[in-house]
T-cell receptor
Framework: AQKITQTQPGMFVQEKEAVTLDCTYDTSDPSYGLFWYKQPSSGEMIFLIYQGSYDQQNATEGRYSLNFQKARKSANLVISASQLGDSAMYFCAMREIYFGNEKLTFGTGTRLTIIP | DAGVTQSPTHLIKTRGQQVTLRCSPKSGHDTVSWYQQALGQGPQFIFQYYEEEERQRGNFPDRFSGHQFPNYSSELNVNALLLGDSALYLC?????????????FGEGSWLTVV
């Protein structure tokens, strides 16, 4: 069975510093995808970044990058130059890739607070 | 390009009642999934619809049912509401035929059962 673990319930980071949010996963399937989402207090789940298990390079999207270490089964999110608007819950999620499967398994999330 | 839209955004129901939540997927997407997110937890997968059929289902009772229409929009129905059904209900959409497809979520529907 798939499992996602986020070990940091909460983090406080000074504005403009870089921050790393941890995510480890467990799956026996060789083909899978890893997602990071941001959820502000309004509730919307905002897509940030995606990494496929066969992708050769780490994914990047603007200030977001994914530090993908396949052997360690980790997919940490790195946010560079943090901003006050980055304060939110962050969820790591995984999907096993086969035709017709759109089920995401989520971790418990990390609440990030950016301090001015 | 409209993203995933959900309605209503907030609603209050009485225990034992029935509720219907609605979702329109992002343009170009053909697959809709529903998730339940209780307070302080990560979202839990309820079910997925593709080609107007339920394709996958999570560990939820039959009180939870759904439908997908020919225009790919979807409804989530919950019967005989319990207090424990109070949660944020999220709709997600994707393009099933695209490899490495990204899954996008709507803003959610906040359901309170009293």
């Amino acid at each position: 069975a798939q499992k996602i673990t986020q070990t940091q319930p909460g983090m406080f980071v000074q504005e403009k510093e870089a921050v790393t949010l941890d995510c480890t996963y467990d799956t026996s399937d060789p083909s899978y995808g890893l997602f990071w989402y941001k959820q502000p207090s309004s509730g919307e789940m905002i897509f940030l970044i995606y990494q496929g298990s066969y992708d050769q390079q780490n994914a990047t999207e603007g200030r977001y990058s994914l530090n993908f270490q396949k052997a360690r089964k980790s997919a940490n999110l790195v946010i560079s130059a943090s901003q006050l608007g980055d304060s939110a819950m962050y969820f790591c999620a995984m999907r096993e890739i086969y035709f017709g499967n759109e089920k995401l398994t989520f971790g418990t999330g990390t609440r990030l607070t950016i301090i001015p | 390009d409209a993203g995933v839209t959900q309605s209503p955004t907030h609603l209050i129901k009485t225990r034992g009642q029935q509720v219907t939540l609605r979702c329109s997927p992002k343009s170009g997407h053909d697959t809709v999934s529903w998730y339940q997110q209780a307070l302080g937890q990560g979202p839990q997968f309820i079910f997925q619809y593709y080609e107007e059929e339920e394709r996958q289902r999570g560990n939820f009772p039959d009180r939870f049912s759904g439908h997908q229409f020919p225009n790919y929009s979807s409804e989530l129905n919950v019967n005989a509401l319990l207090l424990g059904d109070s949660a944020l209900y999220l709709c997600a959409s994707s393009n099933n035929r695209a490899s490495g497809n990204t899954i996008y979520f709507g803003e959610g529907s906040w359901l309170t059962v009293v």
